[in-house]
């Protein structure tokens, strides 16, 4: 019997959205399975596997996005369902696309004004849609006394949303992610990587 993935998930051209369906699992006899549970470090893709606990349901998603339109059509989606208090960790090589990522998502809460990257800044705050984001960019974050004196503990307060590029700069300065967003870069286009960790990460992308 062919069963509906338990988050409802289609394939969506027309917004050249094309979530990676996971080849199968190799299991230790050399056999394949189509578990969703992926090994440690191994990332289980789209769409979920019918039959599986729920718990895990939608706690790692691919896409392929095939150029700029199609980031910010999954911006769009993740705008949709931001929470406040939720923090995301967006990884990456330089010019991989996480600022245009966080441009798409304010520019979908109905933000007009320019989104620049907080480059030399390290973070810029935004208020859209009755939320207070905050988009950090600490490439150039020196060290933890850097940190302290701009006040930035402070701004962990449960409301306001984090965007957080290069956050492997801030180890141990930040708290952990309710989702983290990793970019590969292609020839063409990009290959991105959603991990939920938290209940309200999960939460976001089974809607997703
Ligand atoms: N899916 C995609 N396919 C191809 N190009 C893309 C895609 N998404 C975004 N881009 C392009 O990638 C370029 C760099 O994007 P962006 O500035 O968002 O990168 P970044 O990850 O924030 O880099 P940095 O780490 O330097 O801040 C932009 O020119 C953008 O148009
Ligand atoms: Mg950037």
């Known amino acids: 019997m062919i069963a509906e993935p338990p988050c409802g998930q289609s394939e969506d051209t027309t917004l050249m959205i ?3 369906k996971p080849a199968p699992l190799p299991n230790p ?3 394949t399975s189509h578990s969703t549970k992926p090994a440690s470090g191994q990332v289980a893709g789209y769409p979920p596997q019918a039959g599986e ?3 895990d349901c ?17 911006a769009q989606r993740l705008a949709a369902r931001l929470k406040p208090g939720m923090v995301i960790y967006l990884q990456g090589d330089l010019g991989a696309g996480k600022t245009t ?9 109905g933000y007009g004004g320019r989104v620049k990257s907080p480059t030399y800044t390290l973070v810029e705050p935004y208020h ?14 020196r060290d933890e006394e850097e940190w302290e004196a701009a006040g930035f503990r402070d701004e962990f307060n449960g409301q306001n949303i984090f965007l957080i590029e290069w956050p492997e700069n801030a180890q ?5 992610a309710d989702m983290e967003i990793v970019f ?14 938290t209940e309200m990460g999960k939460q976001c992308l089974e809607q997703l």
């Open 128 to 141: 859209a849609a009755g939320l207070d984001l905050r988009h950090f960019d600490l490439y150039r974050l």
């Open 58 to 74: 939608c706690a790692n998603l691919s896409f392929l996005l095939a150029d700029e339109n199609a980031t910010i059509a999954l």
């Open 29 to 31: 006899d050399g056999t």
């Open 101 to 109: 990522l966080v441009r798409g998502m304010l520019n979908a809460l």
């Open 184 to 197: 590969e870069i292609l020839e063409h286009g990009r290959n991105v990587k959603i991990h939920a960790n």
């Open 172 to 176: 141990g300065l930040l708290p952990p």
């Open 53 to 55: 606990g729920t718990n």
């Open 18 to 20: 094309k979530p990676i």
